[in-house]
């Protein structure tokens, strides 16, 4: 069984730090891409970073360049997003997901198949 489980959120103020990890199972974690997305109450899911776990190329949204880091634990089959320099408007549910392959729509929510089920990330102004 596939399984994705987010943590790490939690309430920070703005211009803090908050690390989140992906632990994955039931899938080869090498083969796949695992992507980070968000979701704001009211808006839609948006891609903030991908990293893919079998070559270690990675993507960034321009919201998040400079800000955030997308890494790989691949003997722990984990996946981290470090936060830096939050802001009240990076706060939402952040997501991992996860599928094989890499390409242009690693940022959108169409390329995952596999999902978590969300931690909150609350940044205060």
């Known amino acids: 069984e596939v399984q994705l489980v987010e943590s790490g959120g939690g309430l920070v103020q703005a211009g803090g730090s908050l690390r989140l990890s992906c632990a994955a199972s039931?899938?080869?974690?090498?083969?796949?891409?695992i992507g980070w997305f968000r979701q704001a109450p009211g808006e839609a899911r948006e891609g903030v970073s991908s990293i893919s776990n079998s070559d270690g190329r990675t993507y960034y949204a321009d919201s998040v360049k400079g800000r955030f880091t997308i890494s790989s634990d691949n003997a722990k089959n984990t996946v981290f997003l470090q936060m830096n320099s939050l802001k009240p408007e990076d706060t939402a549910v952040y997501y991992c997901?996860?599928?094989?392959?890499w390409g242009a729509g690693v940022l959108r929510t169409t390329f995952y198949h596999y999902w978590g089920q969300g931690t909150q990330v609350t940044v205060s102004s």
């Open positions: 997901a996860a599928d094989v392959g």
């Open positions: 039931g899938f080869t974690f090498d083969d796949h891409t």
